[in-house]
Each structure stands twice: as C-alpha cells, then as structure tokens.
C-alpha cells in the first residue's frame, strides 16, 4: 500500500500541499483529479522522490520514502509530465542510459531494454533518435524508462496529456496493462471521463487537500444519487409542491412553469414512493427521472459549491424546504 499522511509542502509563499492524506491500495489504478493548482504534480513528485515535503509522511510496502530514499528509488518508478529528449540518442541508446542508473551494464542492459521496448510496443524503433519520436511514442519511452528496474508502483503525471486520441487510447491498454500484471499506478489526469475508464479509484484533490477518495463504482453511484430529479406534470402544480414539501428526502425545489428540479437524497425506492405519492394525489406527471450524471459533473459539485450560481442563473423559481 502506499500511505500517505498529512503531507505539507509551501514553495516560498504559496502552500502547495495543505496537510494531505492518501491511501492507495496493492493492485489499484488510482487517479488523482483536480484543477490547476490542486497540487498533483507536486504530491508525485514527492512520491517519487523529487521533491522534499516540510513536513508529512509517505510510505510504499510499509517502506517509509522519506528516510530511505536509496531503497524507495527501487520502489517507485516515475513518468513526468515532460519528455526532455536527449539530441542524438536513439530509442536503445537512451534506454541504456538509464539503465546504467540502475547497475544494469553491457549484454544485461541490452536484454533488459529490448524486453522493456518490446513490452511497450517499440521493438521496432530502438534505432530511431529519441528526438524525433511522435509525442505518443515519447510517452511509451518514458514508460519503458520508468519501469526499467520493475518498481511495484508507477506514478505518472499528466500520461495522455497532449496526446491525439489513438496515442492516448493505447497508453491508456499499456497502463491497463501494467495494472493487471501486478503493479500499483497512480496517475494524474484532467480528463476526468478518461479516469473513470481507466482507473479503479479516484482521488480529488482541491487547494492541497484531498476532497473526496473511493472506488470509481461508489462514487459514480454517489453521482447517481447527487442528480437532481426532474419531474413535470400536466397540471396540478400546487399540489405537487405540497407533496415535495412533505417528503423528507427533498432539500429543495427549483420550479419553471409545470417543470420541476428537486435535489433529493433519496435512492430508488424513496423516488418510487413520491412518484406513486404524486399520481395519487391524480396529478397527471408526464416526466419523471434523474438526470444523467457525469463525472465531470461531480467533480465540480464537489470542488465548488455551485448550486447557488446555478440558481442565481436562473428566472426560475426556488424554494428551499
Ligand atoms: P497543474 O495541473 O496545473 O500542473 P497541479 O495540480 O499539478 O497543477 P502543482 O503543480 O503541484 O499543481 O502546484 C500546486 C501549487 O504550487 C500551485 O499554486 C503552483 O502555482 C505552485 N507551485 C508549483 N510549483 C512551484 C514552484 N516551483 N514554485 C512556486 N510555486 C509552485
């Protein structure tokens, strides 16, 4: 597992890290969301040993990282968010490079850096110079780099950023790849539909915190049920409202003519029940569902409370009950 814990980190006056904790399970592919600024790229690279944090903790395999760095380079491989070529090396010659960073030397470096090519979709390119790979092959070079002493876990920032979509699909299988072979991933990303295709869990992270953390089918079901409710009804307005006001699930109303918006904490039987409420009271509805839920929606729920504006927004009417 890596663990982390209360992680504090300020460059001069900006505060970067505000005290952040994180628990990334064994096997996981674990994304972490969060606008500019959150505090992604510095978090990795305090995980992979780039950066020191002022104050916090963070272990992998119950190996603490910040006082045996030696070992935990061993642990942990890193992908930037940047390529940085090497003029004139080609694919083989830059994988030696680094492989030499990690006692690998003459035939064993050889063999280890064509198995790692190969594993990445690169056998072919290993004459080709690095400087003048696609920025997709680039990203498959950085991945082989980073896996070349077979860390258990491998932390990427930002992988498909700036990638066309068939460079960003097949990093995304390499990634998928990797996880089902036994490693642990952790990565950052701004496209949030991407993550909840790719990952396990997720993690978002606002102003150097961490908001919300879980598996990516629990906090979709928690978009689910975030949702509003719309409900529209042929006539019979008032009534409704009354029943709305009633019901314990309902937090508030947003109303436009005989269309209805309501924020409810309830599930699927609770919806049932003011459904079956409403037509027995005859008020005839003729629309009734949740509306679809994204992740994108969620994260902004969850990274600035936006409801106010969205009612602001509007001419409609709003009760809050
Ligand atoms: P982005 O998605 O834009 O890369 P991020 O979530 O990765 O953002 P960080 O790069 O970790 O966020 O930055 C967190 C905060 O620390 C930001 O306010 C940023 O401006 C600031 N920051 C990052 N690096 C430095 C630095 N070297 N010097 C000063 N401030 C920095």
Known sequence: MLEIRDLVKSYGSVRALKGLSLQVEDGSLFGLMGQNGAGKTTLLRIAAGLLAPDRGQISADGLDLLQEPAEARFLIGFVPDTFGAYENLTVLQYLEFFASAYRYRGRNARVRCEELLDRVGMA????????????????????????????KYLLLDEPTSGLDPGSRFSVRELLGELCESGKTIVLSSHVLSELSELCTDIGILEDGRVKVTGEVSEILAKIEHSNPLKISVVSGEETAMGIFRRNPYVRSVMRSGKTFSLEFEGGGEEEAALLRDLIEAEIPVNGFMREPGSLESFFLKMTSDNRERVILDNDDEESDL
């Open 124 to 151: 072919d390119l290993s004459g080709r110079e690095t400087a003048a790979l696609s920025r997709g092959m680039q990203q498959r070079l950085s991945i082989a780099r980073a896996l070349i002493h077979d860390p």
